[in-house]
């Protein structure tokens, strides 16, 4: 996961670019991909695989090493797996010799029983700025796909994954003027591309919009309302969102070197449902993982109308072992007891009854509630009454004709309603009542009558 904006020019795309795209909650999603992180106190990979295998609709993870435990964990499934090669191990393997010792060690006792995809050959190598491990990749990547030829695997293709740092942003902020930063264009990322269409492998980014974001601005980070829509001078295409900015840039840097024919993988992407800036919540990361599982789905980009584009969230754990800021820890879809952070339609039905999983029941312990600020819209408010209840954890029935809570009719006592119910069932923290910069926490009681928050 990259750590730092791609540039700091993205800066002015953003002051200029703002936008959503509704999106209502898919029953269950049909395929996506997450990454599967180990940086803490987590079920052992069996009960992993069999919670991903029987109770999700994912399809596929990827780890960010070659644990044993996990492949072996796998196996059987029917779930792909996408490993990845150590940082660290990237020079040694631009001998041949190491690289066919390699796949023999951690390829060939686990695929094809765990369905291997891909190798990543390290993370963001181009990002760390180790001169030894940028030079040696492409031949690290050249003898593993060698080796795996020549123990006779054809379905498994080596890639590596890239931080989206390689782009350079001009002044213009066009997607279609996206370049990769020069010194990585000609010399190392146009040989990786030529690779990439000769094995027909995918070439792998890493697009995340929380780190390269206008604090300003976030909306258009995370596809909410209200946005203004900026068409790209050159090619007069609209962009609404910042996802598809970043995915649009890259294929024009791809383009410029000639390789628009090769496929893109999006390795990692999420956004954290806490953090230390009330930008982070559980809302505003459903919802824009909503809308990237709506890209995976095949809705495209501007450029790339209609594409669908295999993709892994970041991530399936909050890893609570993980160091640094806050944000680090909680970019998970899952807690450590499989209850889901918030509900983005991968779990599926339960048999017999339907729906989703019921979230824990409200507690009013300590005095805390959430209501609406008093600054926010009507649409802003309706916005959040259609998200909390189309979760399926809340029970939005009393503010509906005839409920409990339904008088007075005003979007503003439902949204305070439901927000509530929302933030009470979340484990009660002031990210969870944000819903972008809408809600509050207050110390008063704001129940009315029959309506009991």
């Known amino acids: 996961m990259a750590k730092e904006p791609p540039s700091r020019s993205l800066t002015l795309l953003l002051f200029l670019l703002s936008a959503t795209v509704f999106l209502s909650l ?28 029987t109770q999700t609709s994912i399809d596929s993870v990827k780890i960010f090493d070659v644990n044993p435990d996990i492949l072996r964990a796998f196996a059987g499934t029917g779930i792909s797996v996408v490993v990845t090669v150590p940082n660290g191990d990237i020079p040694a393997l631009a001998n041949g010799l190491q690289a066919r010792r390699w ?29 030894n491990m940028i030079n040696n990749l492409l031949p690290a990547m050249r003898n593993l796909n060698n080796a795996l030829v020549r123990a006779g695997v054809r379905d498994v293709k080596v890639t590596t ?20 930063r020069p010194g990585w264009d000609k010399g190392i990322l146009a040989p990786i591309l030529a690779y990439h269409r000769r094995t027909k492998s995918p070439f792998m980014v890493n697009p995340y919009p929380y780190f ?54 999006v390795g990692e992407t999420g956004w954290p449902s806490a953090c230390d800036a009330p930008w982070c919540s559980p809302a ?29 969230i970041f991530g399936l754990f909050n890893e609570e072992g993980k160091p640094g800021p806050t944000a680090e820890r909680n970019w998970g879809l899952f807690r450590a007891d499989f209850s889901p952070v918030y509900d983005v339609g991968l779990l599926l039905k339960k048999q017999g009854g339907g729906g989703r999983p019921a979230l824990p029941a409200p507690s009013t312990a300590g005095g805390k509630w959430c209501v609406a600020r008093s600054g926010a ?77």
């Open 26 to 53: 898919p029953a269950v999603i049909s395929a996506i991909g997450v990454n599967y992180g180990t940086l803490g106190n987590l079920p052992p990979p069996t009960q992993v695989a069999n919670f991903i295998k």
């Open 284 to 312: 505003n990361a459903a919802w824009f993982n909503l809308n990237i599982i709506k890209r995976a789905q095949g809705q495209g980009t501007p450029l790339m109308p209609k594409r669908r584009f295999e993709t892994y």
């Open 161 to 180: 994954a890239h931080s989206l740092n390689i782009i350079a942003y001009d002044l213009t902020g066009a997607p279609s003027t996206g370049r990769f």
């Open 212 to 265: 390269g974001f206008d604090p300003k601005n976030v909306n258009f980070a995370i596809f909410r309302t209200p946005y203004k829509a900026v068409r790209d001078p050159f090619t007069r295409k609209v962009y609404t969102n910042m996802f598809d900015a970043l995915m649009d840039s890259t294929y024009s840097a791809m383009k410029a070197l000639g390789y628009g024919d090769v496929n893109i993988v």
């Open 377 to 453: 819209t009507d649409k802003q408010l309706q916005d959040n009454i259609n998200w909390v209840c189309g979760q399926g954890g809340v029970d939005c029935k009393p503010i509906q004709a005839g409920g409990s809570c339904f008088n007075p009719s005003s979007v503003r006592t439902h949204a305070s309603f439901v927000m509530n119910a929302y933030f009470q069932s979340h484990g009660r923290t002031d990210g969870t009542c944000n819903f972008s910069g809408t809600g509050m926490v207050v110390g008063n009681n704001p129940s009315n009558g029959a309506c009991k928050f």
């Open 103 to 131: 796949v023999s060690a951690n390829i060939l006792p686990f695929h094809p029983q765990t369905m291997i995809k891909y190798i990543s050959v390290g993370n963001e190598i181009l990002l760390s700025g180790d001169n």
